[in-house]
């Protein structure tokens, strides 16, 4: 069964602090991982499409990496505008085109 | 601001009542998704549409929801008879085909509450 699991369910840091959230999948024929970034009461923000192991991709105090088994998102130096819910999702080539999503990482930066 | 945009953006209603959603997607995209999100929970995918066609229906799509899209432009997702399971936040993504992956973006969502 395809499984999309995030972890930490929530974490917090300091501003300055840099840390890492996980996206472990069990996915066959994995046609793109994908991130965004949610705030509450709204709709998910697209970060990032990762499409193979190796791949790595960057923005601002955001990189996101990607091997045959998770993805990481790596954020340094975070502010506490990064402060949001951290959502990973998978689309499959037999699934049309669908995303499964995880559940989400809550990241709380203070200042 | 050409994003994807939803309304309305929240909804009470009283259980057994019929409620709509509109979606209206970026303008060139020809695939519009609906999803379901709860509380603490990643977003669930229902159904999709390619231009006015409507490809794939998740099993969490019951009887009581209809999705149309005529002419391949805004999107309507219906549910009949609401229970109060329904509540949730519906959220509208789109996308280009042409781009080849999946790479969906998601309206400000309607907050459904069924008293």
């Known amino acids: 069964e395809d499984q999309v699991t995030q972890s930490p369910e929530a974490l917090r840091l300091q501003e300055g602090e840099s840390s890492s959230l996980n996206c472990s999948y069990t996915v066959s024929g994995l046609r793109g991982l994908f991130w965004y970034r949610q705030d509450p009461g709204k709709g998910p923000e697209f970060l990032f499409t990762l499409y193979s192991a190796g791949e790595e991709k960057e923005k601002e105090r955001l990189k996101a990496t990607l091997t045959k088994k998770e993805s990481f998102l790596h954020i340094t130096a975070p502010k506490p505008e990064d402060s949001a819910t951290y959502l990973c999702?998978?689309?499959?080539?037999?699934?049309?085109?669908?995303?499964?999503f995880g559940e989400g990482t809550q990241l709380t930066v203070n200042p | 601001d050409t994003g994807v945009s939803q309304n309305p953006r929240h909804k009470i209603t009283k259980r057994g009542q019929n409620v709509t959603f509109r979606c209206d997607p970026i303008s060139e995209h020809n695939r519009l998704y609906w999803y379901r999100q709860t509380l603490g929970q990643g977003p669930e995918f229902l159904t999709y549409?390619?231009?006015?066609?409507?490809?794939?229906k998740s099993r969490l799509l019951s009887d009581r929801f209809s999705a149309e899209r005529p002419k391949g432009s805004f999107s309507t997702l219906e549910i009949q008879r609401t229970e109060q399971g329904d509540s949730a936040m519906y959220l509208c993504?789109?996308?280009?085909?042409?781009?080849?992956?999946?790479?969906?973006?998601f309206g400000p969502g309607t907050r459904l509450t069924v008293l």
């Open positions: 993504a789109s996308s280009l085909a042409q781009r080849g992956y999946n790479e969906q973006f």
């Open positions: 999702a998978v689309g499959k080539e037999t699934s049309g085109s669908r995303l499964t």
């Open positions: 549409f390619q231009n006015e066609a409507q490809l794939e």
